[in-house]
C-alpha cells in the first residue's frame, strides 16, 4: 500500500536554530498538507498546498514557517528559528480527489 | 471555525463492543474520518463516510452519521487488547482542504 514517508523520525534541535521536515508523498496525489500535534493535546491543521501554492494556513502558521517542493516530490516544511513551543509531532498528509489523507509517521521535534 | 468534541476517554471488556462519539458544528462538513492513533506512532486511516450516507460498515468497524444532530459514531465490533489507541474523529467540508480534528477519545481494552 502507498505510504507517505517522513524524515527525519525524530529532530533535536537548540531554540533558535532553523529545521527542514521533509515528506515524500504518494506519487499521484495532489493535495499536501502539514499538521502538528503537541504532546497530549489534539492535531493542528497548520498549512495546505496545492499547486505549488500554499492554499490554506492557519494562525499558527506565521512567518517563521514556510513549505516548498523543491523537486516536485519532497515536500518541505522550514520553522527558519526554533523555539521552545515549536516541540510537536509534525506530520505531513496527502491526498487525491475523492479520498481521505494518508499521514506519515510523523516527525518528532524537540526544541531545547 | 468547526468544533469537534468527543468524550476523552472509553474502557471497555476485551470481546465486547465499543462505541466512540464525536459531534461537530458545521452542517457543511462533507468528509467524515476516523483515524487510529497508537502510542508514539501516526495517524492512521480507519475508515471515512461521505455526508450523503447514513451508515458505513467495514469488517468490524461500523460508521453511523445522524447529520440532522452533527452527530458521528464508530462502533468496533468485538473489541480486542490491540484496539487500544487513541481515536480521532476529523471533519472536512468540500470547500477547505483542512480537517478539523476532535481531542481524541482514548481507549482502553481490559482483558
Known amino acids: 500500500e502507498p505510504e507517505v514517508t517522513q524524515t527525519p523520525s525524530h529532530q533535536v534541535t537548540q531554540m533558535g536554530q532553523e529545521v527542514i521536515l521533509r515528506c515524500v508523498p504518494i506519487?499521484?496525489?495532489?493535495?499536501f498538507y502539514w499538521y502538528r500535534q503537541i504532546l497530549g493535546q489534539k492535531v493542528e491543521f497548520l498549512v495546505s498546498f496545492y499547486n505549488n501554492e500554499i492554499s490554506e494556513k492557519s494562525e499558527i502558521f506565521d512567518d517563521q514557517f514556510s513549505v516548498e517542493r523543491p523537486d516536485g516530490s519532497n515536500f518541505t516544511l522550514k520553522i527558519r528559528s526554533t523555539k521552545l513551543e515549536d516541540s510537536a509531532m509534525y506530520f505531513c498528509a496527502t491526498r487525491t480527489d475523492g479520498t481521505g489523507y494518508t499521514f506519515g509517521s510523523g516527525t518528532r521535534l524537540t526544541v531545547v | 471555525g468547526e468544533d469537534v468534541e468527543q468524550s476523552l476517554f472509553l474502557s471497555v471488556r476485551e470481546g465486547d463492543s465499543s462505541v466512540i462519539n464525536c459531534t461537530y458544528t458545521d452542517s457543511s462538513s462533507t468528509y467524515l474520518y476516523w483515524y487510529k492513533q497508537e502510542p508514539g506512532a501516526g495517524l492512521q486511516l480507519l475508515t471515512y463516510?461521505?455526508?450523503?450516507?447514513d451508515m458505513k460498515q467495514d469488517q468490524r468497524l461500523t460508521v453511523l452519521l445522524n447529520k440532522k444532530d452533527k452527530h458521528l459514531s464508530l462502533r468496533i465490533a468485538d473489541t480486542q487488547t490491540g484496539d487500544s489507541a487513541i481515536y480521532f474523529c476529523a471533519v472536512k467540508d468540500t470547500n477547505a482542504g483542512k480537517s478539523t480534528f476532535g481531542d481524541g477519545t482514548t481507549l482502553t481494552v481490559k482483558p
Open positions: 463516510i461521505f455526508s450523503n450516507m
Open positions: 506519487s499521484n496525489h495532489l493535495y
